[in-house]
């Protein structure tokens, strides 16, 4: 049963950099072939894929978030995380780490953590 857990703080102020850490368990995010996600939920809104980093290291990044966006792991403690600079209360979401099985059809993620509120209010 693999599990992801995001941790990090909540409220973040303007122009500060988001940081949101995954760490994920009973599965290695190095195992092919896998790609770890960061996804978003404004309010009132729907799904946004952010980006992911692929179980090779490799990382893709939506075209709308690319030039604040870095996403990372740390293979020793089975853990990957999210950076997003520049914040304005735009990126007020839930955020949540998932696992992409990498489908054409179907839904492509089987696992997502439990996801973390973070507002961005001055």
């Known amino acids: 049963q693999v599990q992801l857990q995001e941790s990090g703080p909540g409220p973040v102020k303007p122009s500060q950099t988001l940081s949101l850490t995954c760490t994920v368990s009973?599965?290695?995010?190095?195992?092919?072939?896998?790609?770890w996600s960061w996804i978003r939920q404004p309010p009132g809104k729907g799904l946004e894929w952010m980006g992911a980093?692929?179980?090779?290291?490799?990382?893709r990044y939506s075209p709308s978030l690319k030039s604040r966006t870095s996403i990372s792991r740390d293979t020793s403690k089975n853990q990957f995380t999210l950076q997003l600079s520049s914040v304005t209360p735009e990126d007020t979401a839930v955020y949540y780490c998932?696992?992409?099985?990498?489908?054409?059809?179907?839904?492509?993620?089987?696992?997502w953590g439990q996801g973390t509120q973070v507002t961005v209010s001055s």
């Open positions: 980093i692929a179980y090779s290291g490799s990382t």
């Open positions: 998932a696992r992409d099985r990498g489908l054409i059809s179907g839904a492509p993620y089987d696992y």
């Open positions: 009973g599965g290695s995010i190095t195992t092919n072939y896998y790609y």
